[in-house]
């Protein structure tokens, strides 16, 4: 069965910096680079997540949405939302964050393979530390 294949919802591609804490703790630099109902896939500078950590996440312009790190790889961590969005909800972010300029990309590549962030880049490397 394939990753689509198992998806609750449908996911729309973007790019927006989003606000990223994890308890106290607020993560610089985080991008929303993909939306569902259900979840959202993010890209991160630097951060330390671990699987089924809780996170906040804060678009501009709307509420706080919570959820849990279901999976880090990387410089990508995907998040399941604690309560779905309502799809109204869902269907204005994808509308706002187009108008903004959400779906230009990382300086014209590609949003479904997005390039990894590394210290090669000028950025700090992410570290992810995942429970077993």
Request: glycine share 8%; aromatic share 8%; proline share 5%.
């Amino acid at each position: 069965m394939s990753c689509e294949e198992r998806r609750q919802s449908p996911r729309s591609l973007l790019h927006k910096h989003i606000r990223f804490r994890t308890g106290l703790q607020v993560v610089p630099g985080v991008r929303l680079i993909e939306l569902s109902t259900t979840g959202c896939r993010l890209l991160a500078e630097c951060c330390f997540v671990q699987v089924d950590q809780r996170v906040i996440i804060k678009p501009e312009g709307f509420e706080e949405m919570t959820g849990f790190a279901r999976w880090v790889k990387g410089d990508q961590i995907g998040v399941r939302f604690e309560r779905p969005l309502h799809p109204s909800i869902f269907a204005h972010m994808i509308e706002r964050f187009s108008r903004s300029g959400a779906h230009t990309g990382f300086a014209g590549t590609d949003l479904t393979h997005p390039a990894p962030i590394n210290a090669n880049q000028g950025r700090v490397a992410c570290y992810v530390r995942s429970v077993a």
